[in-house]
């Protein structure tokens, strides 16, 4: 987990002091099926079950650094898959902050659920559900991400959930996009085109 983050570091994707920090102590090795253990550290998705990836790190290092989280934030992380991510923002988040891991497929979530155990986070809660529309219980967010492709455009919904001043990370097709909510109703976006992700599946 060293030399990936220390890669990652050098090549310039990840800058963030505690996003950094999250990399060293949210070890990916415990978020993989057993049988892909010996892998956990290539810089590459590798499967877990269900048609579903855990993401590649140099993705998900360049998609923290778009979000920037911060300590004490309410997050909202769509498609919680592994449970890997999840646990370096509520890292991140810290005990004044909270997130909220939303998985379609309830043995994913489940799956999650466990992976993150070891570490003992009590701001951490995971929920089954469809995330393409948010989580309207909780909102609003400081901070939301998305770690499925959305189909053709940013969902309304995911954007209203946000604080102002709030930024969301989410793949459109191929691009990744960030939205920060500059006020109601008015939002800054800008695109990074050049990835590839599972599709997000709305019901
Ligand atoms: N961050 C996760 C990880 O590293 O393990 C990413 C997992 S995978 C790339 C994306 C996840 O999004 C899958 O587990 C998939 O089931 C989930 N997903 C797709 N559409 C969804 C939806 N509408 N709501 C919630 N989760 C969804």
């Known amino acids: 987990?060293?030399?990936?983050?220390?890669?990652?570091?050098?090549?310039?994707?990840?800058?963030?002091?505690?996003?950094?920090?999250?990399?060293?102590?949210?070890?990916?090795?415990?978020?993989?099926?057993?049988?892909?253990?010996?892998?956990?550290?290539?810089?590459?998705?590798?499967?877990?079950?269900?048609?579903?990836?855990?993401?590649?790190?140099?993705?998900?290092?360049?998609?923290?650094?778009?979000?920037?989280?911060?300590?004490?934030?309410?997050?909202?992380?769509?498609?919680?898959?592994s449970g890997w991510q999840s646990s370096m923002l509520a890292y991140i988040a810290g005990d004044k902050g909270k997130v909220f891991a939303i998985e379609r497929i309830s043995e994913l979530s489940e799956f999650g659920?466990?992976?993150?155990?070891?570490?003992?986070?009590?701001?951490?809660?995971?929920?089954?559900?469809d995330g393409s529309k948010g989580y309207g219980k909780e909102a609003f967010y400081d901070r939301i991400i998305v770690a499925a492709s959305a189909f053709s455009e940013i969902p309304e919904e995911l954007k209203k959930q946000l604080k102002i001043g709030g930024r969301l990370v989410i793949p459109v097709e191929n691009s990744i996009w960030l939205v920060v909510k500059k006020a109601e109703d008015e939002y800054e976006e800008k695109e990074f085109p050049g990835f590839a992700f599972v599709p997000l599946i709305s019901e």
């Open 113 to 129: 659920r466990k992976n993150s155990e070891k570490y003992n986070f009590k701001n951490l809660k995971f929920i089954i559900g």
């Open 1 to 81: 987990m060293k030399l990936l983050t220390e890669d990652l570091i050098s090549r310039g994707y990840l800058k963030t002091p505690r996003t950094i920090d999250a990399f060293y102590k949210i070890d990916r090795v415990d978020f993989v099926p057993e049988e892909l253990k010996s892998e956990a550290y290539v810089n590459e998705p590798l499967p877990i079950g269900y048609g579903q990836t855990i993401s590649q790190p140099l993705t998900v290092a360049f998609m923290l650094e778009l979000l920037a989280p911060e300590e004490g934030e309410k997050i909202l992380d769509v498609g919680s898959g």
